[in-house]
Nanobody
Framework: QVQLVESGGGLVQAGGSLRLSCAAS????????MGWFRQAPGKEREFVAA????????YSADSVKGRFTISRDKAKNTVYLQMNSLKPEDTAVYYC?????????????????WGQGTQVTVSS
C-alpha cells in the first residue's frame, strides 16, 4: 500500500521559514515525479512545486519562486519543501503527491497518490 506522510507544518510569523517533509513508503518511488500542492479555505487546490525522478528537473509556481525550494533524497524516499520568507497568503494545508511517471506535471489531477496534508499558518 502506498503511503505518503507529510510533516513539518506549523505556525510561523511572516518572514519566517519552515521545512516540510514527505516520507514515501509502500513501493520504490525512484521513478516517480513528486509534487507539493496547497489548499486554503474556500479555494481550490493549487500547485506549489514539483520535482522529477532524477531530482534535477523542478518546477515552482510563480507565487513561490525565489522563496520555496523542492528537493528529494532518493535513498530516504523523502521529498522536502524548504519555505523561506513566508507570507500570510502562504497559509494553507500543504499536500505531498506522487505521480508514477518520469514526466513532471503541475496539475493535481495527474497525481495518483496523496498524503493527508500538513497545516501551515503564517501570521502577520
Amino acid at each position: 500500500q502506498v503511503q505518503l506522510v507529510e510533516s513539518g507544518g506549523g505556525l510561523v510569523q511572516a518572514g519566517g521559514s519552515l521545512r516540510l517533509s514527505c516520507a514515501a513508503s509502500g513501493r520504490t518511488f525512484s521513478n516517480y515525479a513528486m509534487g507539493w500542492f496547497r489548499q486554503a479555505p474556500g479555494k481550490e487546490r493549487e500547485f506549489v512545486a514539483a520535482i522529477g525522478w532524477n531530482g534535477v528537473t523542478t518546477y515552482s509556481a510563480d507565487s513561490v519562486k525565489g522563496r520555496f525550494t523542492i528537493s528529494r533524497d532518493k535513498a530516504k524516499n523523502t521529498v522536502y519543501l524548504q519555505m523561506n520568507s513566508l507570507k500570510p497568503e502562504d497559509t494553507a494545508v500543504y499536500y505531498c503527491a506522487a505521480r508514477p511517471s518520469v514526466v513532471v506535471t503541475t496539475s493535481p489531477h495527474t497525481y495518483s497518490f496523496w498524503g493527508q496534508g500538513t497545516q501551515v499558518t503564517v501570521s502577520s
